[in-house]
């Protein structure tokens, strides 16, 4: 068992240590009853997502600032997970909202921007399939993070002007049991791990594929003689 | 070199070359007359609901038409591989990046001379100074961000595919408020103020922001 496969464990470990939690030790919410539960692991995602874009709009700056390889990879692995995660929220978002809007769908702020978000890095990883691998590709890419990052608050902010309909964000309140409190944030923790795995396996996988197609840092081509990879 | 009269030059490089051609501007007018058919038969638009549909198909058509030109906008130095000639001039990529937006920026405005009267014809929505400004400042910050996005996908596979897929999304804003400024125009519920306030603001952002972007996608 390599490291990753180790790491992998044990993040699905910490999920169902998670999901315990959410079912037998969170109380029932009085009002919206077993419904309710699917808020643990949907905003822990919906954060989940917006670290992992934050890794991508980190990891395009840094890419156009030093055309650093890593740095890419970076954000090739933050997309792809964060497109994960906010499918994820989107889909438990839906399921929640059925029983309690009496709708799956409905064109609230929040909803709004997080469906552009995911379009925005849907099409993020379409430019990585789509333009030949490269320095190009990369600065594409990186621009297209960038913006993306840039415009969902701006959706949100001119969807919230427009009109809102989506529960405020009740996390830390008075109002809210401890053990439902604590349970969010086990949950939360266990995801941000999950989010930090995947995105570590990513970014093995991308290296391994940068290695395939003989993209090297372009600094070392022109820098001569390779340095020794330490024992 | 001053980078104005770069910016001024390479617009008027492309719009000289469409006045001689005449290819995009004609072509996309007569596309929007056929939205605005489409919008007619689509609706069952009767003098009763004529103004609720109206916003509708004027963004559905602009929005399209827009993808078309701005997809377009690379074409000409694509073909004649002419871009990297121009990138090895003195000028700044930035100027060239703004006068290639303002040319087809100008050239949407000019289908939209088209739209606008056709709309009122077709659809008897009010045609005023505020319909116009309105649209006239949405131009602005879809053309920039258009072009940039243009420039980028130019030397990829399938941008046809590709440019709207990522243009839309950040077209996003600037169409919720345009779209609420026109049916505040219209007469329908909305404040016009806010609406162009916040169309400014957002023109200002995208401006800033593909200017910055423009160095790094056209610097080869």
């Known amino acids: 068992m390599n490291k990753f496969e180790k790491a992998a464990a044990a993040a699905v470990g910490l999920m169902l240590v998670a999901g315990a939690a959410i079912f037998f030790y969170a109380p029932t919410d009085y009002l919206q009853g077993p419904v309710q539960r699917i808020f643990y692991l949907h905003v822990s995602s919906a954060i989940a997502a917006y670290g992992c874009f934050a890794v991508v709009l980190v990891g395009g700056i840094i890419y156009l600032r030093n055309d650093s390889l890593v740095a890419d990879r970076f954000a090739r692995a933050g997309a792809l997970v964060g497109v994960v995660f906010t499918t994820v929220t989107l889909v438990m978002g839906m399921l929640w909202a059925k029983p309690i809007w009496n709708t799956f769908w409905t064109w609230d702020a929040r909803l709004t921007s997080t469906l552009v978000l995911w379009i925005i890095y849907a099409g993020y990883l379409l430019v990585r399939q789509l333009a030949e691998p490269g320095r190009q590709a990369a600065r594409f890419a990186a621009v297209v993070g960038i913006f993306g990052f840039i415009d969902v608050p701006v959706v949100h902010f001119s969807v919230t002007w427009w009109r809102t309909q989506h529960p405020g964000p009740i996390v830390v309140n008075d109002a809210l049991p401890a053990q439902m409190l604590a349970t969010f944030f086990l949950t939360l923790a266990c995801t941000l791990v999950l989010a930090a795995v995947f995105i570590a396996i990513r970014y093995r996988i991308e290296t391994l594929l940068d290695e395939r197609q003989n993209v090297v840092e372009p600094a070392k081509v022109v820098a001569g003689p390779q340095p020794e990879a330490t024992p | ?220």
């Open chain 2, 1 to 220: 070199m001053n980078s104005l009269r770069v910016a001024v030059a390479v617009a008027r490089k492309d719009l000289v070359s469409e006045w001689r051609t005449r290819e995009l501007v004609p072509a996309l007018a007569q596309f929007i007359i056929l939205a605005l058919l489409i919008g007619n038969f689509a609706f069952q638009v009767d003098s009763r609901n004529a103004t609720a549909i109206a916003p509708g198909v004027l963004w559905l058509a602009l929005v399209f038409a827009g993808l078309v030109a701005f997809g377009r906008t690379f074409t000409a130095e694509r073909e004649q591989a002419s871009f990297e000639a121009m990138l090895m001039t003195p000028a700044s990529p930035v100027a060239i990046f703004a006068g290639k937006a303002l040319a087809a920026g100008a050239m949407l405005v000019l289908c939209e001379a088209a739209l606008l009267p056709a709309l009122s014809l077709f659809f008897g929505t009010p045609f005023s100074v505020d319909l116009v400004a309105a649209v006239l400042l949405a131009t602005v910050g879809m053309a920039v961000l258009g072009v940039l996005f243009a420039a980028m996908v130019a030397r990829v596979r399938a941008r046809e595919l590709l440019l709207p897929l990522l243009t839309l999304p950040l077209w996003i804003p600037i169409i919720i408020a345009g779209a609420t400024a026109v049916q505040a125009a219209f007469g329908l519920p909305g404040s016009y103020q806010e609406a162009i306030g916040l169309l400014i603001d957002f023109d200002i952002l995208f401006v800033v922001l593909t200017s910055l972007a423009a160095r790094f996608v056209l610097d080869e």
